[in-house]
């Protein structure tokens, strides 16, 4: 797969992701209009828990597809693979239900003040299994290549989920629970509809040495994929008993919105660059590649931060009351980690091509534990803002450490001096909206982007892009002038 082959599957998977988290995003006005704001505080906290719980059920089974589709194809064997996979999946999820009464309960009661804790694990468990278990069959798509199947499917599961949450939350007022018993009838019915239209080419098995692969390979990625879930929704319980539920409200708001850049960019870039990382084991270019993506990654990130923040200054208005607005300022704080969680994908892949999941778990663990201490102090003294502190500190180093440990298994040359001005670039931009905020509409929504439009031709005429690069942005430029004029007319 070329580097053209990769963008264009990024944009194919970002419509069925964005869609799919844009539902998520659509339905804040539901929440935060029908729900107190220590009642939303208490929604993120159980959204987060239940997040925890997907990749325990998953058990590195997306990245057991991703890396072993191929191998298992070349003997004919994927529906072994398939078979495999879900078996794992059932047996965990069974595991995660049946116990969740047990762990979740004295956890919701201490930290949460809820009343009725059982019923409550039993729908964010069961929730949270379905979901699992749907992702994890859409992925089959995905490591066959079959975007535009994983799209539909994303699709359909967004528009399912979001309007049976919509009618449970606002029409039957059902509140909290009502988003969790949405979510399990929508995610159950989008599991076995894909499993159905899969099996039609699939014939799934199961046997005991893709078993005993599966889970070694996939037992370590549990922490690597849970590591900053337990640390978010740990620092989420933390400022709940410290600083109280309605901050938990303003924290969430914020995070989820900030969330928009993983939307359409990240999860986008994770969907397609693991497929073609993993096919292009062996391609002696593969190191040069990853460096360019690098840099092509902070280029987007560059341009969708600052449309974020530049948007959603007069935007907040709409998505919640007043009582919310604090929100926006810390979207700024929160923008670095979100592109080092890209690069800690980059990072982890370096491992995950030399089959080390051990050691990306091990590192998860460590960085994990690391995190949750400074948190703890963090939150304690400094609330919120230590919060943001300690997540940015996270991602950074977890980005580090998994480069500087698979750089030893396949060496990548990063483009530093590239990378240092877009940092910069980055660093500037935000730093201008945050100024000017305040400024009238005429000089916020004029001189901002004139500014951002200055300094982008700065960089095409001083030498930043090679020339390869700049044939690509003109005629990139000139389909989209090509388009206007087209719908001109």
């Not at 797969?1 to 844009?22: D, E, P």
């Not at 064997?77 to 595991?95: D, P």
């Not at 059902?174 to 009838?185: D, M, N, P, T």
Request: with cysteine; hydrophobic share 55%.
């Amino acid at each position: 797969m070329s580097l053209k082959n990769l963008t264009k599957s990024t944009l194919i998977y970002s419509v069925g992701t964005i869609i799919i988290r844009v539902s998520a995003f659509v339905l804040i006005p539901f929440y935060t209009h029908s729900l107190s704001v220590s009642d939303y505080g208490l929604l993120s906290a159980l959204l987060l828990t239940s997040q925890i719980i997907i990749p325990i059920v998953d058990f590195g089974v997306v990245s057991s597809l991703m890396r072993f589709m191929k191998e298992f194809d070349d003997k004919n064997a994927g529906g072994e693979l398939l078979g495999s996979s879900i078996l794992i999946n059932l047996l965990a999820g069974f595991f995660i239900i049946a116990v969740s009464g047990i762990t979740l309960g004295p956890i919701f009661r201490t930290f949460l003040q809820i009343e009725d804790v059982f019923i409550y694990a039993l729908l964010v468990s069961t929730a949270s299994v379905l979901q699992s278990l749907c992702v994890n069959t859409l992925s089959y798509f995905r490591a066959r290549n079959q975007g535009m199947m994983f799209t539909v499917f994303s699709i359909a599961v967004a528009v399912l989920v979001s309007s049976l949450t919509i009618l449970f939350v606002v029409k039957f007022d059902l509140g909290i629970k009502g988003v969790f018993e949405a979510q399990a009838i929508g995610y159950f019915l989008l599991w076995i509809i894909p499993l159905k239209i899969i099996s039609r080419k699939v014939k799934y098995k199961v046997s005991k040495p893709t078993l005993k692969k599966l889970l070694k390979f996939g037992f370590p990625l549990i922490f690597a994929r849970s590591g900053d879930l337990i640390k978010s929704t740990i620092a989420i319980y933390m400022l709940s008993y410290f600083v109280g539920l309605e901050q938990v409200g303003i924290f969430s708001l914020a995070s989820r919105l900030t969330m928009i850049v993983q939307v359409v960019l990240i999860l986008p870039f994770q969907l397609s660059y693991e497929p073609y990382i993993y096919s292009s084991i062996g391609d002696p270019n593969l190191s040069r590649r990853i460096s360019k993506i690098s840099t092509y990654l902070l280029i987007a990130f560059v341009v969708i931060s600052f449309s974020l923040v530049f948007v959603f200054r007069d935007f907040m208005g709409i998505i919640a009351p007043k009582e919310y607005f604090k929100a926006y300022y810390l979207i700024f704080l929160l923008m670095p980690a979100q592109v080092f969680r890209g690069f800690t994908y980059i990072s982890q892949s370096l491992l995950l091509i030399k089959q080390k999941s051990n050691i990306t778990g091990i590192v998860s663990v460590i960085s994990t534990v690391l995190s949750i201490m400074l948190s703890y102090f963090c939150i304690k003294y400094y609330g919120i803002m230590g919060n943001i502190f300690a997540i940015n500190v996270y991602w950074f180093g977890l980005a580090i450490a998994l480069f500087i440990l698979g750089d030893k298994e396949i060496h990548v040359k990063m483009e530093t001096a590239r990378l240092l001005i877009l940092g910069f670039v980055n660093l500037l931009s935000l730093a201008a909206v945050y100024f000017l905020v305040d400024s009238p509409p005429i000089i916020f929504y004029s001189i901002l982007p004139i500014a951002f439009i200055i300094v982008f031709l700065l960089l095409y005429n001083l030498k930043f892009f090679d020339s390869d690069e700049k044939q690509i942005i003109r005629k990139s430029f000139k389909k989209v002038q090509y388009k206007l004029l087209s719908f001109k007319t």
